[in-house]
């Protein structure tokens, strides 16, 4: 969403950001009076990385580009996968069905007519196997956009990793794995709160030891944001989750340093130009701070903020979505000139289908088009010392903290999310703004103002196939002939002792992995161990 204006002709009278910062005329050195530079912004590189977390930002190395990938079955989602990484795409970002997501096995009841739709299916090892055949596991870093069973599908990462000859030390997984934001967000929770926290700190724990190149966490603000938040609060939750998964792993023992480096962050990129640039700036500044003042930590890895910046699906129209094309070229701006290490588009037909592959490429080559054409690798933070960023950047910075004291204030991320405080602030949120669009005080190009009369837009809609569904049905009914079932039933047997005595789960899942065990077998067996979480009524 854009910001609001108060209008007379062509003249702005007032604009007021979605933050609720009213935008000034003019800013000036006044605006920025108090700022210290080496306190409050800094060099590139140096605490407290305002100004981005690698000294030459992206002289040295270009961001990494990293599509939202995957769906049907894994033979073609490995076909996808190949497709952009020889078209110059430089990290991996797997999309997984619903059922996959929920922890529901292709044969499941609940999972029918979903399987391969939104994402890729997955029930066994042997579709890793497939998915990922010919990557360079060392050379390309995958995301996992899994959350509520990410303990699972990471520990099918490692596995497949190891067949194929992969050290465990080369191979950089991140899977999203932010419970919190998926209650407040997307819905696709499992187990309650507090061991699915549990599970988090798992992989958490298990990640430093024996997988020191993943990011075990990838806290997910953008589906905050996706829901119904404002720039604001997409910051200050996504800060407020992060502070609880890191009070968690404190208390198993382990020192700040030790995991919060591998900690990444996804953002949401749509809106205002110049406000999304602020946005990253103070959470840069935020999260470095917190890291150093709160947890104490030494190392300034742990004070950098690593994120993902996606560019933006509630940003993208059903109507005219040749625009979304112009869309994501500027979110991708944004991305650049904010300093984030990498970027994900939204490609121009998602308002209506999964990414052709002609609209995937061009949302690749938009990447490559900043990358090489633009200038936007010639220096670090070209917008810095801008009277207006840097007053943004504050202001933002302050109204993230005082929507963080009141999560704090009632206890913590943990309980709001539990008693649906953040759900209902969301939603309301969200209300406002669908309320607003409609009214015509948000302007969306060609929705609600240059509406063009067309006819219908033709998208290439990506189809949903049955036979997807019975060919993955038969995987895993031949899988299951083939594995050692007593082996399995003893992995699983594992696998709940290790739940039930609050160990980590992590080296069990590996071997439940490996004897073959199904996604939708080890998930019911943290079913019958935690139960399933029960979804608080907001309103």
Same mark, same amino acid.
């Given at each position: 969403?854009?910001?609001?204006?108060?209008?007379?002709?062509?003249?702005?009278?007032?604009? +007021?950001?979605?933050?609720?910062?009213?935008?000034? #005329?003019?800013?000036t050195?006044?605006?920025?009076?108090?700022?210290?530079?080496? =306190?409050?912004?800094g060099?590139?590189?140096?605490? #407290?990385?305002?100004?981005?977390?690698?000294?030459?930002?992206?002289?040295?190395?270009?961001?990494?580009?990293r599509?939202?990938?995957?769906?049907?079955?894994p *033979?073609?989602?490995?076909?996808?996968?190949?497709?952009?990484?020889?078209?110059?795409?430089?990290?991996?970002?797997?999309?997984?069905?619903?059922?996959?997501?929920?922890?529901?096995?292709?044969? @499941?009841?609940?999972?029918?007519?979903?399987?391969?739709?939104?994402?890729?299916?997955? @029930?066994?090892?042997?579709?890793?196997?497939?998915?990922?055949? @010919?990557?360079?596991?060392?050379?390309?870093?995958?995301?996992?956009?899994?959350?509520?069973?990410?303990?699972?599908?990471?520990?099918?990462?490692?596995?497949?990793?190891?067949?194929?000859?992969?050290?465990?030390?080369?191979?950089?997984?991140?899977?999203?794995?932010?419970?919190? %934001?998926?209650?407040?967000?997307? &819905?696709?929770?499992?187990?309650?709160?507090?061991?699915?926290?549990?599970?988090?700190?798992?992989?958490?724990?298990?990640?430093?030891?024996?997988?020191?190149? =993943?990011? #075990?966490?990838?806290?997910?603000?953008?589906?905050?944001?996706?829901?119904?938040?404002?720039?604001?609060?997409?910051?200050?939750?996504?800060?407020?989750?992060?502070?609880?998964?890191?009070?968690? /792993?404190?208390?198993?023992?382990?020192?700040?340093? @030790?995991?919060?480096?591998?900690?990444?962050?996804?953002?949401?990129?749509?809106?205002?130009?110049?406000?999304?640039?602020?946005?990253?700036?103070?959470?840069?500044?935020l999260?470095?701070?917190?890291?150093?003042?709160?947890?104490?930590?030494?190392?300034?890895r742990?004070?950098?903020?690593?994120?993902?910046?996606?560019?933006?699906?509630?940003?993208?129209?059903?109507?005219?979505?040749?625009?979304?094309?112009?869309?994501?070229?500027?979110? *991708?701006?944004?991305?650049a000139?904010?300093?984030?290490?990498?970027?994900?588009?939204?490609?121009?037909?998602?308002?209506?289908?999964i990414?052709?592959? %002609?609209?995937?490429?061009?949302?690749?080559?938009?990447?490559?088009?900043?990358?090489?054409?633009?200038?936007?690798?010639?220096?670090?933070?070209?917008?810095?010392?801008?009277?207006?960023?840097?007053?943004?950047?504050?202001?933002?910075?302050?109204?993230?903290?005082?929507?963080m004291?009141?999560?704090e204030?009632?206890?913590?991320?943990?309980?709001?999310?539990?008693? &649906?405080?953040?759900?209902?602030?969301?939603?309301?949120?969200?209300?406002?703004q669908?309320?607003?669009?409609?009214?015509? =005080?948000?302007?969306?190009?060609? /929705?609600?103002?240059?509406?063009?009369?067309?006819?219908?837009?033709?998208?290439?809609?990506?189809?949903?196939?049955?036979?997807?569904?019975?060919?993955?049905?038969?995987r895993?009914?031949?899988?299951?002939?083939?594995?050692?079932?007593? =082996?399995?039933?003893?992995?699983?047997?594992?696998?709940?002792?290790? *739940?039930?005595?609050?160990?980590?789960?992590?080296?069990?899942?590996?071997?439940a992995?490996?004897?073959y065990?199904?996604?939708?077998?080890?998930?019911?067996?943290?079913?019958?161990?935690?139960?399933?979480?029960?979804? #608080?009524? +907001?309103?």
């Open positions: 969403m854009h910001a609001t204006y108060l209008k007379e002709g062509e003249e702005i009278k007032e604009a +007021i950001l979605e933050s609720g910062i009213k935008v000034k #005329p003019v800013y050195q006044e605006d920025i009076k108090h700022l210290d530079y080496n =306190t409050d912004l060099n590139p590189g140096v605490y #407290p990385y305002t100004r981005g977390i690698h000294p030459d930002m992206f002289r040295k190395r270009p961001w990494t580009i599509q939202y990938a995957g769906f049907g079955t *033979a073609e989602s490995n076909e996808r996968f190949k497709f952009l990484i020889a078209n110059g795409q430089t990290g991996l970002n797997v999309a997984f069905d619903l059922p996959t997501q929920m922890g529901l096995d292709s044969d @499941d009841p609940l999972a029918e007519g979903e399987v391969g739709r939104v994402g890729m299916a997955v @029930d066994t090892l042997r579709d890793f196997e497939i998915a990922f055949k @010919d990557i360079q596991l060392d050379r390309i870093g995958t995301s996992l956009t899994i959350n509520a069973v990410a303990s699972v599908a990471l520990a099918m990462y490692q596995v497949v990793a190891e067949k194929y000859g992969f050290p465990l030390d080369k191979i950089s997984a991140t899977p999203q794995n932010d419970i919190l %934001k998926e209650i407040v967000g997307r &819905g696709t929770w499992i187990f309650p709160v507090e061991p699915s926290i549990r599970l988090i700190g798992d992989t958490i724990e298990y990640s430093s030891k024996v997988l020191p190149r =993943t990011y #075990p966490v990838s806290v997910s603000g953008y589906h905050i944001r996706e829901s119904g938040a404002n720039p604001v609060q997409e910051i200050a939750y996504a800060l407020e989750i992060a502070i609880t998964y890191v009070n968690h /792993v404190l208390e198993r023992g382990l020192d700040c340093d @030790d995991f919060v480096s591998r900690i990444s962050f996804n953002l949401d990129i749509y809106g205002n130009f110049f406000e999304q640039i602020a946005k990253f700036r103070a959470v840069r500044r999260w470095a701070r917190i890291v150093k003042e709160r947890f104490g930590a030494k190392s300034p742990s004070m950098q903020f690593r994120m993902l910046a996606g560019g933006g699906g509630s940003g993208l129209t059903k109507q005219q979505p040749e625009n979304n094309i112009v869309r994501g070229a500027y979110y *991708a701006m944004i991305s000139l904010s300093g984030t290490q990498t970027q994900g588009l939204c490609s121009y037909d998602e308002a209506y289908t990414p052709s592959e %002609k609209a995937a490429l061009i949302s690749l080559m938009t990447n490559h088009i900043l990358m090489e054409e633009m200038g936007l690798r010639d220096t670090a933070d070209p917008l810095g010392g801008s009277y207006y960023v840097e007053s943004l950047t504050s202001q933002i910075e302050e109204l993230v903290k005082a929507e004291q009141k999560v204030d009632m206890g913590g991320m943990a309980y709001a999310v539990d008693t &649906g405080y953040v759900q209902r602030e969301v939603a309301r949120q969200a209300y406002q669908e309320k607003a669009l409609q009214e015509g =005080t948000i302007i969306k190009v060609g /929705v609600n103002k240059f509406v063009v009369e067309e006819d219908e837009p033709n998208i290439e809609l990506h189809q949903y196939q049955p036979e997807v569904t019975a060919e993955q049905i038969n895993t009914k031949e899988i299951k002939r083939e594995r050692d079932s007593r =082996t399995v039933v003893q992995t699983l047997k594992d696998v709940e002792s290790a *739940a039930k005595s609050k160990r980590n789960v992590m080296p069990y899942l590996v071997e992995v490996k004897a065990a199904t996604m939708g077998e080890m998930t019911a067996v943290f079913k019958d161990v935690y139960g399933e979480f029960k979804e #608080p009524s +907001i309103f």
